[in-house]
């Protein structure tokens, strides 16, 4: 295998998958870019996945929930978790996928994390390195690198866990189709045909969230696609029910850490990036 980047035909995902699985090195790193709408179906590894979107959205699917991965940050995958992914936008993935207890303290759960300057750096240097001979030297160290820097990577709230009773996933699924900021307790648990404790109480517990904070996630999912497709962040904020830009700016930056306009130029630089490594590795 090399490191050229290409769209795979279903066949050649499936036999890629199978030499990730047998391959006997602790870490392979692999690049993969798809086109706006691509759906990944529903797969699992043996190796633990650190799945980078360079450049684009991805999102993916689990029977927990959905993860939005915007550019600039990486999911991590356990070993054995089902999951498929949707692109929205051009996706360049570059993809680490690592034997499980290769070295203590990595992840044990799901999670999105922020993909730091560092780690950006190791992660391109290896979807350069060849992947039919082991790794010695440089190479051998630069694969170590970034199995440590994996746990220190800063975790970002951009899950989205859906709850288990299915009248409040019936409500989940109409929200994501129109999302609001206007939602209320009362609303969905009326909905529901619950009282707004057991309402309360019932959502806490499936999710992990309560529902102001999971309605945060929800519109924070519904707008990056918007804005990394150039929509201006006043349209945006005003089509989710924020009744000012300064209330969706804070919401942005509490979830994401960053505000709108500072997302999207690092955004646009990570796609001024990904096409200088295509343009290098073809």
Known sequence: MNGRSVMQPLHVDRQRREWIDSAQAAVIALPADYPDGHHVTRHRHTRAQLLYAL????????????????????????????????????????SVYVRPAAIPGLPRDLRVVAVTSLMRSLIVEAMALARDVPAAGRDALLLDLILHEIPRLPER?????????????????????????????????????????????TFQRETGLSLSLWRQQACLFAALPRLADGEPVTLVALDLGYESIAAFITMFRRMTGEAPRAWLKRGQRAVAAGERVAITQA
């Not at 959205?57 to 689990?62: C, D, F, I, S």
């Not at 993860?67 to 498929?84: E, F, R, S, T």
């Not at 609001?180 to 309360?200: E, L, N, P, Q, Y």
């Open 157 to 201: 709230p951009l899950a989205l866990p859906f709850p288990a009773n299915p009248q409040l996933v019936a409500l989940c699924r109409r929200f994501l189709a129109e999302p609001s900021a206007h939602v209320t307790i009362d609303a969905w648990a009326k909905a529901a045909g619950m009282s707004r404790r057991s309402f309360t109480r």
């Open 55 to 94: 450049s684009g959205v991805a999102m993916v699917h689990t029977d927990s929930g959905r993860w939005m991965v915007p550019p600039g940050h990486a999911i991590w995958l356990p070993a054995g978790i089902d999951h498929a992914v949707d692109m929205l936008g051009d996706v360049a993935m570059r």
